[in-house]
């Protein structure tokens, strides 16, 4: 039985096929980000639909606002092509809604402005979500912990945002030299870390043990959190869950009831 000749693409033809150019595809077999899938005779690269498929991955992370970097530690993570590209999918239909509904304030603004009429301060920014992962927090974490976060960073001067914000940059900072030095979770430097880590986080709400390790799980998880995290050291996130879990277990309290 003769056997069914897998379909492939070179290199430029790729290029054409996808919009990405040939010196971009270079570069992400160079950070072992896409390599293809054979060299032919000629020394050209060729691409199978296998490989197609991950570029697609690729190219919706980055459309995601992620780097290339934390693109390569969440494709290696995510061993089930058909889970990722539906979470993929998720995340991309959210953004749809959001970009659709400001789109139709936009269209409301156009039309009153050529019909001369007034619009209030409320309509003309109606649709603009200045955060647009609060649905997805109050979901995780309800209502009274969202609007408590909101309060307390409306309170702060901008002196106090500014430190906020410093802050974060250290914890990373001792965090990433803690995987640097190979110390396990439990090591008291890295315990010192993630305390500090989790006093950072109090500053916006409590969290109970039980929250603290979702908190952690989400970082890992994802892709739009751990790009934060992997920004200071590839794997960071990762890395500070299980230093979470740790402190979550030892020192706070689990969730009520």
């Not at 997805?136 to 909101?150: F, I, N």
């Not at 008291?188 to 039980?210: F, G």
């Not at 998880?221 to 030892?250: N, Q």
């Amino acid at each position: 039985m003769k056997q069914e000749e897998v379909p492939s693409w070179s290199i430029a033809e790729l290029a054409k096929l996808s919009r990405v150019s040939s010196r971009t595809l270079r570069h992400y077999h160079q950070l072992g980000l896409l390599a293809p899938a054979y060299t032919g005779h000629n020394g050209y690269r060729y691409y199978t639909r296998t490989e197609l498929l991950r570029l697609q991955r690729i190219l919706l992370l980055r459309e995601l606002g992620l780097g290339l970097e934390t693109i390569g530690e969440v494709l290696d993570g995510q061993t089930n092509q058909l889970d990722a590209l539906g979470v993929h999918r998720k995340w991309l239909l959210a953004e749809r809604d959001r970009l659709d509904r400001m789109a139709r304030t936009v269209e409301a603004t156009i039309s009153a402005l050529e019909q001369g009429e007034a619009m209030s301060g409320e309509d003309i920014f109606k649709d603009f979500d200045s955060n647009p992962y609060e649905d997805e927090a109050r979901q995780r974490w309800g209502d009274k912990a969202v609007e408590d976060s909101k309060a307390r960073h409306a309170a702060m001067s901008d002196a106090e945002k500014r430190n906020f914000l410093a802050e974060a940059e250290a914890i990373n900072q001792e965090l990433a030299d803690c995987l640097d030095a190979g110390l396990p979770a439990d090591d008291a430097r890295v315990q010192a870390a993630v305390e500090r880590h989790y006093r950072w986080i109090c500053v916006s709400w409590t969290p109970d043990a039980q929250s603290y390790v979702g908190l952690g799980r989400m970082y890992a998880e994802d892709p739009r959190f751990t790009a934060f995290y992997d920004k200071s050291r590839a794997g960071l996130a990762s890395y500070l869950l299980e230093g979470i879990k740790v402190y979550a277990a030892s020192r706070l309290s689990p969730a009520a009831g």
